[in-house]
């Protein structure tokens, strides 16, 4: 099943996404709901997707730092859905985890959500009731939380990346959901790539001109390998968190599930010249994920490396040195396997956990347990050490606060809300636990999520 890739034609290029309403006091709608649309090449057929308002991805939100948002999540789909706002420090009532903080939205019911917006960034929303078919399915959009003073780039472009799975003779989806083939191995992979909903998603600019790219990973379970052509670039945010210091882009930008990635990048090749984002293929050749069709030449003089983004609140992890050290072992899946795991308050072998359709664990537990892997009091500095003792990489994600990564030198890396750890490797991650709350602690490959891989930490 593979779907040929056609030449984009040029005229549709670089229209830029519409902001969306801003207002106060009457919360606007965003409706879960069935439609059609059109994601794989002209030609084939049109795929059923459940979507929000209609679109592949959701409608982009924008908002301002320190603002409010408020959205009343309509429920048109004849499942129960919720939204999660992934990756805010958000208020724990309105995380969006369906049996966690709040009941699940039934088929013609909705929910209202309200939350402050503390930092800016590159955020984005989705579902987080059964999210590894409703995900899949296409319920997912960007947040994105806008600095009051804007760094010096020409353009802002939202960059959704994404992969469906599509049987190409029907335009379905195709295969199973709860495939335990994909659960227990990397998870659900497309076999169409594409950003904004688009396998051709192309952007036309002129030669130095200088681009925002906000770089989101909404696939179930790729791990996008990306490389820029034409342009120079730096990473000036990870997960929404600034960098103290841009970075220039000199390696290969490995962008897991539901990471993001914020690029200011210099077109620097002249028009006609190739320019692109370049993804890595499983044939390892590298294809263009976003081609930049280069127009003309911009009269303004190149301007060396951006300056750093402004830093959000409360970014410091302090405490680090003397916080209790809790172990979370993470195993299971396909090749490893393990020897057993507590699933819905009983031990079993992992034979038994098979039959339920469970792989993995962290920390023995499998799927969400009635008692949270730890319990912080609000303000305490949290340490846990993750440790991947399966054959494949999960993207641990956690909610309602971003961690750092602990160094070895006692040092701390960039601030994350999701950490892509390799097979057979760990990391230890360190976070003021001053979100009061329940909060999950998962893989991203949401099939793993599905199967095991979520817990979960409460601060009280
Ligand atoms: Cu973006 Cu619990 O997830
Ligand atoms: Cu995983």
Known sequence: MS????????GLAGVPLARAAWAQEEAPRLTARAATVQLAPE???????????GQIPGPQIRAPQGSRLSRRLVNALEVPTTVHWHGIRIDNAMDGVAGLTQDAVPPGGRFDYAFDLPDAGTFWYHAHTNSMEQVARGLSGALIVEESTPPDVDRDEVLMLD?????????????????????????RMGNLTGINGR???????QQNERLRLRLINSANARIFVLRLEGMTGWTVALDGMPLARPEPVTAEI????????????DVTAEQGAPAALLSHAE???????????????NSRAARGAPAPLPPNPRMEVPGVTGAQVRA???EGGAMRGMASGRFEGQDMDFQQLVQRGQFWALAGQVGRGDAPFARYARGETARIRLANDTAFPHAMHLHGMHFRKVLANGRQGPMHDTLLIMPQDSAEIAFVADNPGKWLLHCHMLGHAASGMTNWIEVA
Do not use: K, N
């Open 328 to 330: 979370m072992r993470m």
């Open 3 to 10: 779907f040929t890739r056609r030449a984009f034609c040029a």
């Open 163 to 187: 992969d469906w799975l599509l049987d190409p003779e029907t335009g379905r989806f195709a295969g199973d959901f709860e495939s335990p083939m994909m659960r227990s191995h990397a998870g």
């Open 283 to 297: 044939d390892d050749s590298w294809q263009a994920l976003a081609e930049v069709t280069v127009t003309g030449r």
């Open 254 to 265: 490995v962008l897991a599930p539901a990471q993001r990635v914020d690029l200011i990048v």
């Open 43 to 53: 030609g084939y057929p049109a795929t059923e997707v459940w979507s929000y308002d």
């Open 199 to 205: 396998y051709d998603f192309s952007l036309t600019a």
